[in-house]
């Protein structure tokens, strides 16, 4: 979301030279100073003096009320922006400051009604655009939600946060029983954005038409920097199980620490606690430069490397006994490039490990993306294209991988091996 920003205009008056600047207004520079060196614990009382003796200031009860938000004192933050209205600031950032405090407040009519009278005065204002959206997603208002979004994204069309909220906001409209208006906004928005990741991978799988073979490399990557800084988070809330599942395989087998590991789409470095006893050496590679500096805070790899998956294994042959791959799959439809690489980057009897999530045999297909922006495999498939690589399989078992929405996410939990020569 969004946040709002200061302005010094409506009531900061420049002093000429020669002429005394009023005290009202040293104070309010005095605390614009400190509110931009970000403390706003010293500039709100000073706001406070200025006001005492110029409550006319319009500029200084705008800058004091994104004071009193950064201290969390939301209501007298409301205050604050409407006297800025009150006197003489009207204006779309002033109400759309208001509109975004009333937000956090929860105070949604209030703040939809400052959002639209800031876009009123301002139409031309994507943040604007942007938080109505969030507004009406907060409401349920799915429908309304993507139509604000996609007027965000006609001023911003690069915009990646606006996108992120376009495709999620999609998802929840298809999911709760809009699939029609989904999908017709979704393919409005493949149209009017061709070359965005998002709307090329998200927007086909919620129009229902024909995805990539694969996720694009820029979709990957832009979700998962979107969201490393919380993925650990969200994944334990779904109870997320696919490093514990995969560690299971290995479990028969007592780690002698001699072995040249490599944690494929590592992420955030989920599988390095259970992958270190087992290495020599541990790698991990990610597409995601946000998920690798999480993986780097674990202090358990020996190298990371950002790059995409097929690449680097085909740069890599024969150079690892253990290649663990945790829900990566699961972004490629078609798998016969990933598995043929993984293959030949292992040395013969090196292993394969890996998830995906299992695609109900009744669909017919050998695997679909759904509208998460996530691929299904049907089991048959999985068998045929790990032998199709030239590995063995020793293992697929079914198993829950996490919750999604409350119900269980079956998966499918693969062991393969590399030939002896």
Known sequence: MAGSRSSLRGGVRRGLAGIAVPPAVKL??????????GDAAAAEPLYAQALAADPTLAGTHNNHGNAL????????????????????????????????????????????????????????????????????RDLGRFGGAAVDYRRALALRPDWADAHDNLGAVL????????EEDAAALARLWRRDHPDNPL???????????????????DYVRQTFDLFADEFDRKLAELDYRAPALLAGL?????????????????????????????????????????????????????????AELVGFLAAHRLAFDLIMAADVFCYFGVLDDALAAACAALRPDGRLAFTVEALNPADGRPHRVATHGRYAHAEAYIRTAVANAGLMLRRCDRDRLRFESAEPVTGLVVLAERPAI
């Open 28 to 37: 309010s520079r005095q605390a614009d100073a400190l509110a931009a060196a």
């Open 69 to 136: 938000r950064a201290l969390g004192r939301l209501d007298e933050a409301a205050a604050a922006y409407r006297a800025a209205v009150f006197h003489g600031l009207h204006e779309g950032m002033a109400h759309y400051n208001l509109g975004s405090v009333l937000r956090q407040a929860e105070r949604q009519d209030e703040a939809d009604a400052a959002f639209r009278q800031a876009l009123a005065l301002r139409p031309d204002h994507a943040e604007a655009w942007n938080n109505c959206g969030n507004l009406l």
């Open 171 to 178: 998802y929840l409209l298809h999911e709760q029983g809009g």
């Open 199 to 217: 709307a090329r991978h998200i927007g086909a799988a919620i129009a229902g038409e024909e995805a990539d073979p694969r996720a694009p490399d």
């Open 250 to 306: 290995l479990s028969d087998e007592e780690p002698a620490g001699d072995l040249d590991v490599l944690d494929a789409g590592c992420g955030t470095g989920l599988c390095a606690e259970a992958l270190r006893p087992y290495a020599r050496r541990l790698v991990g590679v990610d597409l995601s430069d946000g998920m690798l500096n999480r993986a780097r805070a674990r202090g358990l790899y020996d190298g990371l490397h950002e």
